[in-house]
């Protein structure tokens, strides 16, 4: 047990694993992108990105190609978005707890930002329509499939029921959908696009599909607000980086995506069963959500466990790193969620993540160690 404990266990990143990384196969589309665009993608291009795939983007969404940007990730995207579509001091609405990196983006810019809490089946809409009542909201930020950090995806009446009030409150819904395509078992929901197209933008990547570091992104949305965020873009980077942009576009041409789907789907399906199995079997008196996708197990502790105290303990004691739960919280109380990334470890690691952080909780609510 002591050598075991002395591997540090990172239960923090929501990243892919490098065995989930196609290197070769981007290798290949680079050279090919190169042989048959290298005069486009080496040089200065608008800032709405590489037109073939721009318009391959948009044609699959059924929607014309000024509908789509495409940018260096879509957490950018997010942050051009927020400065063009609001003004320092006004309201955002987001999902309590949510993605850290886009309240940094929305606290960078001073806006206003009220959380809602979550549900096993998505926002609370009453909490949702007192904040829109008290707050006026331009904008409601959320991640509706497989959220950023607990997992969970919200139902169909729910999203019907967010369209309602986005509607009678001209509310924009921006949807942020990186891991929709990563679905292991169910069906799809309808995106609020399908269900509001004139009241959402959609941000998605290729970062959690195919690779982070070729940082492709895209917006999908009104025209006028798309073209007001690719004004923005152009004076902060004059062009996206189009290299990736191309190997994205070879890669889709190739028709490399579906299997790539597949094998991360078969990746980590197993690692997210043995993350759900572990969580029963250790930490019986905690909740957690049931994703059938993604990236992330979010995990209420038992009553009496304090996360702050638990993540000490869990590191001081057991090796184990997890992270810090405040910055998912816009507002409200951080102090029982915990989020559990499962795709970066393997199952024996995930087994024995859950059995520190479960000892962790063990010592905590006995007063610490
Ligand atoms: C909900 C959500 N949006 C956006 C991102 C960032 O995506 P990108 O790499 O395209 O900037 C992430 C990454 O973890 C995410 O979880």
């Known amino acids: 047990m002591a050598t075991e404990l002395e591997r540090i266990i990172k239960l923090t990143r929501g990243v892919p694993p490098d065995e989930a990384l196609p290197c070769e196969l981007v290798g290949e589309c680079c050279a090919q992108a190169l042989a048959d665009h290298g005069e486009v993608l080496l040089q200065y291009n608008p800032a709405t990105g590489f037109a073939p795939l721009r318009e391959l983007l948009a044609e699959q969404a059924g929607a014309p190609s000024d509908a789509l940007l495409l940018g260096n990730g879509s957490i950018q995207l997010l942050f051009f978005l927020a400065r063009v579509a609001l003004s320092e001091g006004e309201t955002v609405v987001t999902e309590r707890p949510t993605y850290d990196r886009a309240l940094t983006a929305f606290r960078t810019l001073r806006l206003n930002v009220v959380g809602v809490p979550m549900e096993d089946d998505g926002l609370n809409v009453d909490a949702l329509e ?98 007001r965020m690719a004004k923005v873009a152009e004076d902060a980077y004059i062009t996206p980086g189009l290299l990736g942009q191309g190997v994205v576009y070879e890669f889709l041409r190739r028709g490399h995506l579906e299997p790539n789907l597949r094998t991360l789907k078969a990746l980590y399906t197993p690692r997210l069963e043995a993350l759900l199995r572990g969580l029963e079997r250790e930490l019986p008196e905690g909740t957690w959500a049931h994703p059938q996708g993604g990236f992330f197990v979010g995990l209420s502790l038992p009553p009496g466990a304090d996360v702050r105290d638990v993540a000490r303990v869990a590191r001081e004691s057991y090796g184990l790193v997890v992270s810090d739960s405040g910055g998912f919280f816009p507002d409200g109380d951080p102090s029982r969620f915990v989020r559990l990334p499962f795709c970066a470890l393997d199952e024996n690691e995930i087994g024995q993540a859950v059995a520190r952080l479960a000892w962790a909780v063990d010592d905590s609510r006995k007063g610490g160690r």
């Not at 829109?132 to 909201?137: A, C, T």
């Not at 992104?217 to 025209?223: E, N, Q, R, S, Y």
């Open 130 to 227: 007192e904040a829109i009542n008290r707050h006026r909201p331009r904008l409601l930020y959320t991640v509706p499939d497989f959220q950023n950090p607990t997992g969970i995806t919200a139902s169909t009446a729910k999203r019907e029921a967010v369209v309602e009030l986005a509607q009678r409150h001209d509310v924009l819904i921006v949807e942020d959908i990186p891991y929709r395509l990563l679905r292991y078992k169910g069906t799809d929901v309808p995106s609020y696009r399908e269900l509001t197209p004139r009241h959402t933008m959609q941000l998605s990547s290729f970062s959690k599909l195919l690779a982070p570091g070729l940082r492709v992104g895209w917006a999908l949305g009104d025209p006028a607000l798309v073209a």
